[in-house]
């Protein structure tokens, strides 16, 4: 392999995929486009074999534009696993839906390929570009079905939204080139270390913050999260839920790491009251959805402040344990979401509490399933949730963040409630009305095992993955 | 001259950025954004950046704007742009206006013939490598940024797929 393009050789396969994709749509047979769901599920799986084959070299390409380091690649593998699940669960699903289509699988894909090159940015250029391909992606495929009103809201919601929040991070890029004279990230960490950091850096720094705070939905810039995940298809929310969070946080982590070290008491005072706040009306507000997209989408907010708990940690075993934490928290979310994709009731899917009335006489498997996402979520073990929170919050006990730390498991105590009340609505009562059936996937039934594997394999192995997750940031905390 | 010309430019920028949000009509609306942008194009001039400055005049002045204008008339036909226009007595200086115009590009040509004198080839700018002129844009985007520039191409990409697939989704 050319050691110019190396740094982006799985980036590089996830386009060629996508491009691929476009001219076999258009040859037949033209009625069903199963396989070209199947093609860019290998291509993906084949950016993961690439990104192994990788593992532990640096470089740079491109005028040092694209990085190639242990912190890419464990983006690279969390974002892959996200988009291989998404489009195993989505193979059927788009079917059943009429809304399967060669731009369904071609746009996934370019979002990937936006999600990744977010982790590989090593210029606020770039970085922002990267975030528009994802962006851009993720609006239409959240619009997809466009004929029901929830579909059109939740497009234009998360694209007006979007777009504004593009606005302020590119301010944002501007004065930072303003105070400093460059939008390469080392350029910049060179010229901010040089003399204090002037207003021009700060307000810079605080705008790229509110355009990262809506890419990951953190409070207050969370408002569009629980619209645009009901009315996008499941399938798309689970990538919006985890592929677009971890490659927020990349970026995120990058930036504020390696490049804004010189303020780094002021970014954590910020971040300190943002992980709270986002917490805690994540899972309050929670506690009130009746319907189950709804209260995924705000528990998902409520985990983005979970995940802010280690940012704020900061070090090895903060930054470790947040990457840890988006592996964790995408098995255990694609699969949540995955369960719910397979359910029907009426011909609708099943999305109300209502629906899972009695689940667990009628779907032992599959509520079983899903009674372990939830656990995971809510931090139980053996599950891997439970070995993510330990370690987030422990380097936040760690750094001397106690209070911070308490609040987060106080938190974690409320996020329970609502977790459980699933649990006991699918085996403490009885159905009502139309019973609620199980589609027949084999394709979904696969990200579901893979997906339960990781969670439990993490829950009781997890010191494994966590060193590696360490060892990743390391580069970045030099 | 540099300080007085910025001066005037911003006020006229801002005036009509505040003009821009504040009017009611939106044709109004858009024709103060084209004042804006020439501005905008005026301070990439003095800072000496032709090439943003012609992009800036071609591209957003001249293309997106009628972009804008089209897409507000196809989808506003309300009275406001439709009514009796209320600078009818404006029209008249289009004939003085005009014969200007003539005027000026009839002596352009004119001196081009002769050599020389007003838009002659020797009184062009002479294009350097320097930050902001054309050759020095093009190499920073085809050296330093080529990966940038090429993910742009597939950000282009990926917008048009969206695009034919909403589109196409609303003809079904």
């Known amino acids: ?478 | 001259m540099a300080l007085g010309v910025f001066l005037i430019v911003a006020i006229v920028a801002v005036a009509s950025a505040l003009a821009l949000v504040l009017r009611r009509n939106p044709i109004h609306g858009a024709l103060f954004l084209v004042v804006n942008l020439g501005c905008v194009a005026v301070l990439y001039l003095l800072l000496g950046a032709e090439f943003l400055a012609l992009a800036q005049v071609i591209i957003y002045a001249g293309a997106i704007m009628v972009l804008f204008v089209f897409a507000i008339m196809v989808l506003i036909p309300g009275k406001e742009e439709t009514g009796p226009d209320p600078l009818r007595s404006q029209r008249l200086m289009a004939v003085p206006l005009g014969l200007f115009l003539l005027l000026e590009i009839a002596l352009v040509l004119w001196g081009s013939r002769s050599g020389g004198g007003v838009g002659g080839a020797a009184s062009l700018p002479q294009v350097g490598v320097r930050a902001g002129g054309i050759e020095s844009v093009g190499r920073l985007l085809l050296g330093d940024y080529l990966f940038a520039f090429e993910v742009t191409s597939i950000l282009l990409l990926a917008a048009l797929v969206g695009v034919l697939t909403l589109a196409k989704r609303k003809s079904e």
């Open chain 1, 1 to 478: 392999m050319d050691a110019a393009v190396r740094p982006v050789a799985p980036l590089l396969v996830v386009a060629g995929t996508a491009f691929l994709l476009l001219v076999l749509d258009l040859l037949p047979p033209r009625g069903t486009k199963r396989h070209l769901g199947v093609v860019a599920l290998a291509g993906v799986v084949a950016a993961l074999l690439v990104t192994v084959v990788l593992w532990g070299r640096e470089a740079r390409a491109f005028s040092g534009m694209v990085v190639l380091d242990g912190f890419a690649l464990f983006f690279d593998v969390v974002i892959c696993y996200a988009a291989a699940l998404v489009l195993l669960l989505s193979m059927d699903y788009c079917g059943r839906h009429g809304i399967e289509s060669g731009e369904y699988y071609v746009l996934v894909l370019f979002s990937t390929l936006g999600m990744m090159l977010m982790a590989h940015a090593a210029d606020l250029i770039l970085i922002f570009l990267a975030l528009e391909l994802m962006s851009l992606s993720l609006y239409v495929l959240a619009g997809f079905f466009r004929w029901r009103l929830t579909g059109g809201e939740s497009a234009m919601k998360y694209f007006l939204l979007g777009a504004f929040a593009s606005g302020f991070f590119v301010y944002g890029v501007a004065l930072i080139y303003g105070a400093t004279g460059s939008t390469a990230l080392e350029r910049i960490a060179a010229a901010a270390g040089a003399r204090p950091p002037g207003p021009l850096l700060v307000v810079g720094l605080g705008l790229l913050l509110v355009g990262f705070g809506f890419k990951i939905s953190s409070v207050p810039f969370h408002m569009w999260a629980p619209d645009v995940y009901e009315g996008a298809p499941t399938s798309v929310a689970a990538l919006i839920a985890t592929g677009s969070k971890a490659a927020g946080f990349a970026a995120l982590l990058r930036v504020l790491l390696s490049t804004f070290k010189v303020v780094q008491p002021d970014w954590t005072a910020l971040l300190w009251g943002v992980a709270v706040l986002t917490m805690t009306v994540g899972n309050v507000v929670a506690i009130a959805q009746s319907n189950v997209k709804r209260m995924l989408a705000y528990s998902s907010v409520a985990h983005v402040g979970y995940v802010l708990v280690g940012v704020v940690a900061g070090g090895a075993l903060g930054a470790g344990g947040v990457l840890f934490y988006l592996l964790v928290y995408t098995f255990t979310t694609v699969g949540a979401f995955g369960v719910i994709l397979l359910l029907e009731r009426g011909r609708q899917e099943a999305v109300n509490l209502d629906d899972y009335g009695g689940l667990a006489e009628s779907h032992p498997v599959l509520a079983l399933v899903l009674a372990l996402f939830l656990l995971s979520l809510t931090g139980m073990p053996p599950t891997a949730g439970f070995a993510g929170k330990f370690y987030l919050f422990g380097a936040a006990v760690r750094s001397g963040y106690i209070w911070l730390a308490v609040i987060a498991v106080l938190n974690s105590a409320v996020a329970a409630y609502y977790y459980l009340r699933v649990i006991v609505y699918m085996y403490m009562r009885d159905r009502e009305g139309v019973p609620t059936g199980a589609v027949p996937s084999f394709a979904g039934r696969l990200a579901l095992g893979i997906a339960l594997w990781g969670v439990l394999q993490l829950g009781v192995m997890p010191a494994p993955v966590l060193n590696l997750a360490q060892a990743a940031v390391a580069p970045l905390l030099r």
